[in-house]
């Protein structure tokens, strides 16, 4: 359920050696594309840092970004949870997951001016 300033996103970010990114783009690519066919309204993009893309770089930082009309609910999370875990082992390094909710058009208390 979208909170009053907006619906709630997930930001996974982990480490990808160059040596498996391609196979992780592909076992990445195609889970995301799974989690949309199951989840109608899912958003999932497939990220990577900028400063590392063009780099001979040992590892690359990706993020996946999952976003949904309604906001990232417990039942996608889970669902995403039980298909990272059908990857293969060692295929990216451990992942962070962050969830963010846009502010909206009132500031929040802690930007609010005191009188």
């Known amino acids: 359920m979208p909170s009053l300033a907006g619906p709630r996103a997930l930001f996974i970010y ?3 050696s160059q040596a498996r990114r391609a196979d ?3 076992a990445i690519t195609a ?3 799974g989690l949309m066919r199951r989840l109608p309204g899912l958003q ?3 990220w990577c840092r900028s400063d590392e893309q063009a780099s001979d770089a040992v590892e ?3 993020m996946e970004v999952y976003e949904h009309p309604e906001g990232v609910d417990a ?3 889970q669902v995403l949870r039980e298909q990272v875990q059908a990857l293969p082992a060692g ?3 451990p992942r962070h ?3 963010f909710e846009p502010l909206g058009d009132v500031p929040p208390p802690f930007l609010t001016p005191e009188a």
Request: charged share 15%.
């Open 60 to 62: 690359q930082t990706w």
């Open 91 to 93: 295929l990216i390094g």
């Open 97 to 99: 997951t962050e969830a």
């Open 44 to 46: 999932a993009r497939l």
């Open 24 to 26: 992780a783009f592909v």
């Open 75 to 77: 039942l996608c999370e």
């Open 31 to 33: 889970l995301q594309q």
């Open 14 to 16: 982990y480490r990808v």
